[in-house]
């Protein structure tokens, strides 16, 4: 059985910075893989998760990455089987698992892990925490030393989530100006009801995108059609961190107002 290191190259020899990551090339025929991989009892140090072969060894040139000086290309779906190793007091031992393999129980923990990231409520508080109890007529305020009004994040919030989402599903998907179209026209609600309406519409798409995160047919690790390499896990990792970040100002805001009570 040989094995690929991806990290950092030198002089035709394979280093990484802290622990070293090996990917292992399956062998033929497949029956005898338990066997093979699971013989050794050594005592386990560091447990470590790995993805599938990579291309160029799965087509029977285990170092052509290396020669070439190249990360290795993996492949989410060309390959079922998946990797835990461990690195040994005296050396790597291999051990095949199907748990990270689509539909499986750690492909489904994850799937719900990301969709409860989605909410935003862990290690902060939610879109709707921040917003909740603020008067109408503070809503389009600015203070001093601020950039934009709750209303006009909350907008913004509203049209970036929707546009992300759209671009993860939409067969007519058209990319938006940067930055006029994501952002409102006026720092103030028309009303109320656009008010609660934007709320709403955060809260349905968030629940459009959980769905994403949670459906086993969709290939986390696949790329986004409307895209230029962009996969669906990194737009959903996208739309949380993007909320977190503007939650925080909406935060701030309401602290320069002297609104806000955690």
């Not at 599938?52 to 089987?81: E, K, Y």
């Not at 503070?138 to 209303?151: E, N, Q």
Request: positive net charge; hydrophobic residues 40%.
């Amino acid at each position: 059985m040989s094995a690929v290191v991806f990290g950092n190259y030198s002089e035709g020899v394979p280093t990484v910075a802290d622990v070293p990551v090996f990917v292992p090339t399956l062998p033929s025929p497949f029956s005898k893989i338990g066997d093979m991989l699971t013989r050794s009892r050594r005592p386990v140090s560091m447990l470590l998760i790995a993805g599938v072969a990579p291309r160029d060894a799965r087509q029977g040139d285990a170092n052509s990455g290396r020669r070439n000086g190249h990360r290795p290309q993996f492949s989410d779906t060309s390959l079922g089987l998946r990797f835990l190793f461990a690195q040994t007091v005296t050396g790597v031992i291999y051990r095949p698992i199907v748990g990270f393999t689509r539909g499986s129980m750690a492909d489904i923990e994850i799937r719900k892990q990301l969709a409860e990231f989605l909410d935003s409520h862990h290690a902060h508080v939610s879109v709707d925490q921040a917003v909740k109890s603020i008067p109408l007529k503070l809503r389009g305020a600015v203070p001093a030393g601020f950039a934009h009004s709750v209303w006009q994040i909350v907008e913004h919030i509203r049209i970036a989530q929707a546009d992300i989402l759209d671009f993860c599903v939409s067969r007519s998907y058209r990319e938006k100006k940067w930055p006029d179209a994501y952002w409102p026209k006026t720092s103030s609600p028309a009303n109320a009801d656009a008010w609660n309406g934007s709320l709403a519409a955060i809260r349905r798409d968030r629940k459009a995108l959980k769905r994403l995160a949670l459906d086993s047919g969709v290939d986390l690790l696949a790329k986004v059609p409307n895209g230029s390499g962009q996969t669906f896990l990194r737009e959903l990792l996208l739309v949380a961190d993007h909320s977190a970040y503007h939650v925080a100002q909406i935060v701030d805001i309401r602290r320069a107002l002297g609104i806000w009570q955690p």
